[in-house]
């Protein structure tokens, strides 16, 4: 059995961020990738996400409160990712 050891990038101050939901704070990696909606590329839209560890976040659901690096977001979702050690938090900014 493979044992991961994914604090390395949890607490790098490149990568990593503060992370606050409830009772619970942490670091996550946030970001924030441009997508494209309709055609033309007439509209852009900042898809908002923070990906954490899921012993600590994974309970996370739709409306729930969360603070990254300072700034309050509501969650969209909460699924985990790859063999579910991490979770992905689609946010929406409040």
């Not at 790098?12 to 992370?19: G, P």
Request: overall charge negative.
């Amino acid at each position: 059995m493979l044992t991961e050891d994914i604090s390395v990038f949890f607490n790098s101050a490149h990568f990593a961020t503060t992370v606050v939901w409830g009772s619970v704070t942490g670091k996550g990696i946030f970001d924030a990738p441009t997508s494209i909606l309709g055609g033309g590329g007439m509209v852009l839209s900042n898809e908002y996400m923070v990906t954490v560890k899921t012993a600590e976040f994974g309970g996370a659901l739709y409306a729930d409160l969360i603070t990254v690096g300072g700034v309050q977001y509501t969650v969209r979702d909460c699924r985990q990712i790859d063999d579910g050690v991490l979770s992905e938090i689609s946010l929406a900014k409040v």
